[in-house]
């Protein structure tokens, strides 16, 4: 059994990164610069900006952090998306989700210039992505396909079963290991109502479990031998821990492990490579690669 | 076995959108107006483009037909579909395809407006629609979510497994399946590298054939009480034919079709469902029914 070690790939990725920042800025190209929208002072929040602009030192970019409190209209805060449309110096930004129950993510997202879009949440980032055209590809399901290349675990014509089928990750990680260019295996998309899901995952070489429930998939579930990517991060109630929780995946790592060929662990699986892959985004964003 | 008859049903809703827009109008409201782009004089396209002006006489709406010899030029092309999204009365439009080889098929599609585009080609359309936010479906996965739903098919929790991966069928078909406002199923999409598309086959509740490969699904790969929706319109050469050939179905139809407790023949299932599909995403581009 291999362990995928993401925070040792994501760690390399950076490093790759800001080797090419370096390169562009010292032939006189323009440092990529992220900027990030927090509004309010949700927990989880405020952990993952702080980590998107630690990352963003890492990486040799620029970043900014805008602010504001979770009294913002709507208005005001589709202004503020407009502004950063508008600013040719920001590369690429990102509004934190989740918001405030008076705005609408919907509203924001699609003010985004889907160009500037490294969260791929645009729908036109989404509908280029599901017919295989260039564009910003949504964090996770992106580093999944990472991890995946990276330990060279063969893909094309495998099944994959996809527990969950969330916007974020089971629908967009569905459709890119269904495609040629991405995964080419066959998937199968499983959730709460699927009557198949426990013989699905038993005939799978590869698991992808985004379903949010911790411990959720089972050894009498996995085939030996199976690749196991578990996407879930639930936190769990945990005295014993200083901030009082801990990070829970959907996979019952401890008796699902033995069987693998390859798992990845929560946390220090899938997690790092989230913001590592928002921060490709932006290099391509300042690279125009995907878009003029 | 119920044979599950397309055309019946695309007479019937052809009926139904006629009704709905004849009271439209008897309330002083606007008659809905679709017009089709032809591009040169590809035999198939001819066909499928005469058929749509005679859905729209059959539904009430006025149609316009614009034809082009295959000379001419993409930018011509494109000042066409840019005239189009400003022409108040033109409420959608299609641009029939295939276009000739000098003609980018992706940037005429992107040049649309997605609010008239009632063929659902357009990346914004294609997004909203993976994420579940009201848009044009394209057609042909559109109609068969309607035959299932007029013959009272049960696909919640289902194993759905779609043959093909096209843009075009495939993979919306797919994403359709799996959305809980829609199909509800667990899906698996199967293409040519699939190792495991025989058992995935047997195991399926439901087949959705769209493969292009005339008789690929045969009677030993189809589950006994199954439903099976054969997308496949090949042209076979067929001497005994007044125009040289015959539609073939991607399902051996005489031998399956005993074990299913559904099936669709070709001709006269999915495919009359498909431009009756367009009919009515022209009734809601008049109704504004996704988009002001």
Same mark, same amino acid.
């Given at each position: ?15 790759? $990164? %800001? ?18 929208v927090?509004v309010g002072?949700d927990?989880?929040s405020?952990? @993952? ?18 602010? @504001? ?5 709507e !208005?005001?805060l589709l202004?503020?998306v ?12 990102i509004v934190q989700l989740p918001l405030p129950k008076h705005i609408s993510e919907q509203k924001v997202i699609e003010a985004i210039?889907?160009?500037?879009? &490294?969260d791929?949440f645009h729908p036109?980032? *989404? ?9 910003? $590809?949504?964090?996770?399901? %992106?580093?999944?396909?990472? #991890? #995946? ?9 495998? %099944? ?7 916007n974020i990750?089971? %629908?967009?990680?569905?459709? #890119? ?9 066959? *998937? ?17 070489? $590869? ?14 579930? *996995?085939?030996?031998? !199976? ?23 959907? &996979? ?13 662990? &929560?946390?220090?699986? &899938? ?19 995907? @878009?003029?």
């Amino acid at each position: 059994m291999t362990l995928i070690d993401g925070k040792a790939t994501a760690a390399t990725i950076k490093a790759e $990164i %800001k080797a090419e920042v370096e390169q562009i800025v010292a032939a006189g190209g323009k440092r990529p610069h992220l900027a990030a929208v927090l509004v309010g002072h949700d927990g989880g929040s405020e952990t @993952y900006v702080r980590n998107k602009v630690l990352a963003c030192e890492a990486c040799g970019f620029r970043s900014s952090l805008i602010r @504001y409190e979770d009294t913002i209209t709507e !208005a005001e805060l589709l202004d503020c998306v407009k502004q950063l449309n508008e600013d040719a110096d920001v590369d690429g930004f990102i509004v934190q989700l989740p918001l405030p129950k008076h705005i609408s993510e919907q509203k924001v997202i699609e003010a985004i210039d889907y160009r500037k879009d &490294v969260d791929g949440f645009h729908p036109i980032n *989404v509908g280029r992505m599901a017919i295989g055209l260039p564009c910003y $590809i949504s964090a996770t399901p %992106k580093g999944i396909l990472e #991890l #995946l290349r990276r330990y060279n675990i063969e893909t094309s014509g495998k %099944k994959c079963v996809v527990l969950g089928r969330s916007n974020i990750v089971g %629908k967009p990680m569905a459709q #890119l290991m269904m495609q040629k260019q991405y995964g080419d295996a066959t *998937v199968t998309v499983c959730h709460s109502r699927s009557q198949s899901l426990r013989e699905e995952c038993l005939a799978a070489d $590869i698991i992808i479990a985004a379903i949010g429930r911790p411990g959720f998939l089972t050894a009498d579930m *996995v085939k030996p031998g !199976a690749v196991v990517i578990d996407v879930g991060t639930t936190r769990v109630p945990d005295a014993t821990r200083p901030k009082g929780f801990r990070l829970s995946g959907d &996979v019952d790592f401890d008796n699902v492990a033995p069987l693998c060929s390859y798992i990845t662990p &929560v946390p220090g699986g &899938v997690g790092p490579m989230t913001i590592c892959m928002l921060m490709l985004n932006t290099l391509a964003a300042g690279k125009h690669e995907y @878009y003029q």
